[in-house]
């Protein structure tokens, strides 16, 4: 069984910062973990994604104030958020690529950022 329980979410002024918890249990490795984001009226936009290996990517919307790291030994990924403007506001899901088990999701956060 694969879970991913995410935390951090919240209201933030313009120019705050928070940082998002995505922590997986599971009896098999993840290899990709990453985050989605959906605005109300707007498609999914992938944000930010982390490999096993340490290898990271950004969407541009987001380069130079999002940092996305993990914890191997936590098996936990987090997403650090700076700067943060009222076009973040979304609901974020985090993601892991299971091995044998395919892609699991986590619970979604709401991210409120204020103007």
């Known amino acids: 069984q694969v879970r991913l329980v995410e935390s951090g979410g919240g209201l933030v002024q313009a120019g705050g910062s928070l940082r998002l918890s995505c922590a997986a249990s599971?009896?098999?490795?993840?290899?990709?973990m990453g985050w989605y984001r959906q605005a109300p009226g707007k498609q999914r936009e992938l944000v930010a994604v982390i490999s096993s290996g340490g290898s990271t990517n950004y969407a541009d919307s987001v380069k130079g104030r999002f940092t996305i790291s993990r914890d191997s030994v936590k098996n936990t990924a987090y997403l650090q958020m700076n700067s943060l403007k009222p076009e973040d506001t979304a609901v974020y899901y985090c993601?892991?690529?299971?091995?044998?088990?395919?892609?699991?999701w986590g619970q979604g956060t709401l991210v409120t950022v204020s103007s």
């Open positions: 993601y892991g690529d299971v091995t044998l088990r395919g892609r699991a």
């Open positions: 599971s009896m098999f490795s993840i290899n990709v």
